[in-house]
């Protein structure tokens, strides 16, 4: 054999063995992150971020130290929706995200960035008075986090457990009335009755909650996704009551559906949302509706092929 040829075949089989490893990391993703922060300033990053995510009242909320970071509008934390900073299966965990983004984002009608989506969340779901800065430590820290979180990830895949799981649509409207008795039976223990949640010290209402507002002023807004009824039903069932998460689907889908008649702080710029009515969900909250006169079905359902959206 030439020695050129040796050499293609040493290269071939070189190429062959270093191929192995990309193997592995091609096997389905599993719900997995590192056992081990990175090394020297980056660890200081990832664990700002995860701090900003569990106590997001703290660090960017009314009361924060720095008056620049007083940014939410409320005293939630990202960790009260996304459970353990996105540790935590079905609760629209962050495992793998980073692999995911860009990616196409319906209410801009465009692709996002994962910095887009974190301050999306941040303006619909904390109320916030002003994005976070992309180039700043705590959206840097909050992608670090994010980034580590997804290293075990090959990039495109989605790990089993992602999101929330679906949950079967009624083919009735929901019940608010029914959902109200269910409510205070369930869920009124920690929420409160008025749903607007248990602070941690009542004279200082921006120290943060125990039990977080489910409603009233302190609470998420109505541009949240977790404001849409399919959503918030499909949380409940998947992660309501906390440890306990046992309702069937037409119990979760009456409670959200007397959550989201409490009154919640409108999203001011929810007039721009979803240009595009091919990809806007048949359960958002707010007009414009193609046919008003259906506002109240589109609010609480069913989700008949007739109503215009997806589902
Ligand atoms: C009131 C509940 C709530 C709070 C608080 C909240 N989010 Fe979200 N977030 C949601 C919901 C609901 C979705 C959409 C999930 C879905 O549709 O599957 C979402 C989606 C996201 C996504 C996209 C997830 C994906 O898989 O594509 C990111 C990123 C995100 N949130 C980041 C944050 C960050 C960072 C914070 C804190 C600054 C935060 N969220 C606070 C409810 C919340
Ligand atoms: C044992 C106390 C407890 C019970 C009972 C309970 N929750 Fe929660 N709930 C919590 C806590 C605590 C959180 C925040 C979780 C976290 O930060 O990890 C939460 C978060 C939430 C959230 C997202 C955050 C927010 O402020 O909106 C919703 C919605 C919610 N609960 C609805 C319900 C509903 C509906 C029920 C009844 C079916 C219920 N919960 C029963 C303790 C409880």
Not at 163 to 179: N, S
């Amino acid at each position: 054999m030439p020695n050129c040829a040796k050499h293609l075949l040493a290269i071939a089989l070189l190429g062959l063995l270093s191929a192995c490893p990309r193997q592995q990391q091609s096997e389905p993703a599993t719900w997995t992150w590192p056992e081990q922060l990175p090394a020297g300033a980056a660890a200081d990053a990832v664990r700002y971020g995860e701090a900003l995510l569990n106590q997001t009242y703290k660090h960017l909320g009314p009361q924060a130290e720095k008056p620049e970071l007083r940014l939410t509008g409320n005293a939630l934390n990202c960790s009260n929706c996304h459970h353990q900073a996105g540790k935590q299966q079905n609760a629209m965990g962050f495992v793998g995200i980073n692999g995911r983004y860009p990616a196409y984002y319906a209410p801009l009608d465009r692709e996002v960035t994962l910095a887009e989506r974190v301050n999306a969340c941040f303006a619909r779901s904390l109320n916030a008075r002003a994005p976070l800065p992309e180039d700043g430590p705590e959206m840097q820290g909050i992608l670090a986090y994010m980034r580590w979180l997804s290293e075990a990830v090959p990039a495109g895949q989605t790990p089993p457990g992602s999101g929330l799981p679906e949950i079967q649509l009624l083919d009735r409207p929901a019940d608010p009335v029914q959902g109200q008795s269910l409510y205070n039976y369930h869920c009124a223990a920690c929420h409160a009755p008025d749903g607007k949640g248990v602070l941690r010290d009542a004279a200082q209402p921006a120290s943060g909650y125990t039990f977080p507002p489910v409603a009233g002023p302190d609470s998420y807004s109505t541009g949240s996704n977790l404001a849409r009824l399919s959503v918030l039903a499909r949380y409940i069932q998947a992660n309501m009551p906390l440890g306990r998460a046992v309702l069937n689907n037409e119990d979760a889908t009456d409670i959200a559906a007397f959550i989201l008649q409490l009154d919640r702080p409108d999203y001011a710029d929810a007039g721009k949302d979803y240009p595009n009515p091919a990809t806007r969900p048949a359960d958002v909250p707010y007009g414009p509706y193609p046919d008003p006169s259906k506002a109240q079905q589109h609010q609480l359902g069913p989700y008949t092929p007739d109503l215009s959206g997806l589902r």
